[in-house]
């Protein structure tokens, strides 16, 4: 094989490369703005997170994932609904208990006490007097986690800049 025969295998390696490489990104990672300050202090409205994708049985108790329900955000687009994800934290999971202090905001979620049941998740919001969370919408399926936030995104400063 001559010089340009292996220029080309390398080059077709690292395009294959690549392609596997952005593929993986895109099933296992996800990028999401925070709306709201439901977050605050941990996270501020507008900022930019990263999350792993990960099946709802790898989350633990304190967790901040990423979810996407029916009750959260939505965008309308003629008559087009999608809905937003949004990030609470996890502060039960199934056969944990729920927490001493959590207290129902709405007739619906009153009653809830004693374990999470199977199939359901406990979210809260770290800034309970602006957070809509499971206080207002009760325990949400485990099939609305889509991931576990891994890392925030910082803004470049633009103080200085001209």
């Given at each position: ?19 596997c ?10 990028v999401v703005?925070v ?9 501020a ?31 309308v687009?003629?008559s ?7 990030i609470?934290r ?16 709405t007739?619906?979620?009153?009653g ?18 602006r957070?809509?969370?499971s206080?207002?919408y009760?325990?949400l ?19 200085g800049?001209?």
């Amino acid at each position: 094989m001559g010089v340009q025969g292996l220029l080309g295998a390398l080059l077709t390696a690292a395009l294959i490369t690549a392609a596997c490489g952005l593929s993986w990104i895109r099933r296992n990672i996800t990028v999401v703005r925070v709306l709201g300050s439901s977050m605050s202090p941990a996270y501020a409205d507008g900022e930019t997170v990263l999350a792993r994708r990960v099946r709802a049985s790898r989350l633990r108790s304190g967790d901040v994932a990423v979810l996407r329900t029916e009750t959260g955000p939505r965008a309308v687009k003629g008559s087009e609904v999608t809905y937003l994800p949004v990030i609470k934290r996890v502060a039960a999971l199934p056969g944990e208990a729920v927490p001493a202090d959590f207290q129902g905001r709405t007739a619906h979620t009153a009653g809830i006490t004693g374990t999470v049941p199977a199939g359901r998740v406990l979210v809260l919001g770290d800034n309970p007097e602006r957070s809509v969370d499971s206080r207002d919408y009760g325990l949400l399926p485990l099939d609305a986690v889509e991931g576990r936030v891994v890392r925030r995104f910082r803004e470049p400063d633009r103080a200085g800049s001209s």
